[in-house]
């Protein structure tokens, strides 16, 4: 067998159909092989960091994806979008296409590269933000591949394969290799379950809290069956949005920290003695700018190779295994009344659009199964305490939180699955950076419902800049909902300004979205924003009146 063959093949067999990214010269032979194999799709994007998001969008979808750039030029322009993956753990198998074996053993200079004879400098770059990096040779394909796609499947991080372009087609020279899985140390798992059963018996205001791995390990389900069975709230923060059904009476609402739209939930989340966290990162976005008040003692956080009950460890846990094991039984609380939800009533009046308005109409708007993408900016934070309906796809980077990132995450999202409806939110910003992608969504027959925030600038950013009347977040306007014209396709756009407006612009989008890509340009002021974001804006002025500054606001504090 062929060394791409056999690539390609170990990737179809992880379930990947379609592969995203750009030709170059040196993935001439990787791209031929892939559309001679037949049963995989090669998508082009615009350019590789667009490519990369879209690989990172279709992977939260479909639980893995690929990209594939060329050598130097196509993998640096990727870079941003695979350190995001790596931050946000979405697993990629990123493959790039390199100079002939024989030219890099002698040291040849080589276009795209830094002309210095040295082939290695850009796989020393990737090693810092994937899990896993090799050059692929035909004697190591049998063992590196498998090795590589293993370790993305397990930590649900990046890898990164170098492949000389005529080793592509090379035939291979090793068996390939079926790498073992890691296994839960039972005594360690026989521990921590004893331990957290204990902590159980003697709690009296437990909640559950799952996070951004329980999300990417689809632990969902067992979550919610767990909260079920012993009577407890569910409450979720900024990078575990999505993980379960917010419609069940146990899910009390949105955390994060002092920045909680709801007090009750703050002080349901701070005041417990017993927080279940499932797969919990500890960021500045999930702890409101560090302001939470929860007792790292009163923590147990399911991780998904390890347990932490207060300041003890237990190593070598895998965390399928955990939950399996989770002692629930015995143990029931009374469910604390359900408080309503920051957007659960509309406003019927015909007001210029303001946040009070437009979050409640997309949360009526929601159905089942929905893709929901939110990019990075008010969108990302507001759209955080929409409540979902059951089994949406969320889609956000509560981590890395990279603007531009939502339009091709949205692309990827919509290859996964053609037959689920995708909702993109994205400020103008944010759309300015990758518009181009907008292309391949029309090319490609896909047809999400984008909605546009047009407010004349980042406005996020005027809100956590303690000086005002700043000129560099101002951005030039666009005509957002014209954008289809330049791209030559059919679309339904629409311009509006009020709330009668956009609801009859949603009306109209989803009579028409199963034809047709939507656009709906927002219209609204400059400093329109969610109470979220007031919240963020007093939190830093706050801080900077403390001379704590910015700096250490956003450096955080120790956590046990």
Known sequence: MKVGEFLFDCLKNEGISEIFGVPGDYNFSLLDTLEADGALNFVTCRNELNAGYAADGYARVKGIGALITTFGVGELSACNAIAGAYSESVPIIHLVGGPKSMMQRQHKLMHHTLLDGNFDTFKKVYEQITCYAAAITPENAGVEIPNAIAKARETKKPVYLTIPT??????????????????????????????????????????????????????????????????????????????????????????????????????????????????????????????????????????PDHVQIGKTVYPNIIIDDLVDAFPAAGHSWTLPQQSPFPFDSQDATDDALTARNYYPQFQAMLRKRDIVVADAGTFAWGMAEVRLKKEVTYIAQGGWGAIGYGLPAAFGACVANPNRRVLLFTGEGSLQINVQELSSMLDNGCKPIIFVLNNKGYTIEKYINTVDNT???????????????????DAFTVQVRTNNELRQAIADAEKKCAKQLCIIEMITDPMDAPKIIHKMHQTVLEMENKSEGLLTLFTGKERI
């Open 166 to 303: 005529d080793v592509v087609t090379a035939n291979m020279m090793s068996r390939a290799e079926h790498p073992q899985r890691k296994k839960t140390d039972r005594a360690s798992l026989k521990e921590a379950v004893r331990m957290i059963r204990a902590r159980l018996e003697v709690a009296e205001r437990p909640v559950l809290l799952p996070d951004v791995y329980a999300m990417h390990e689809g632990l969902g389900q067992q979550v919610e069956k767990l909260a079920e069975k012993m009577n407890i709230p569910i409450v979720t923060m900024m990078m575990g949005k999505g993980v379960c059904n917010e419609n069940l009476p146990n899910y009390a609402g949105f955390y994060c920290g002092k920045l909680s739209s709801d007090e009750a939930v703050r002080q349901r989340v701070e005041s417990s003695d017993c927080v279940l966290a499932f797969g919990a990162v500890w960021n500045d976005y999930n702890t409101g700018l560090f302001t939470d008040q929860i007792n790292p003692l009163a923590v147990i956080n399911v991780m």
């Open 471 to 489: 000129e560099y977040n101002n951005i030039p306007n666009w005509d957002y909902h014209k954008l289809s014209e330049v791209f030559k396709q």
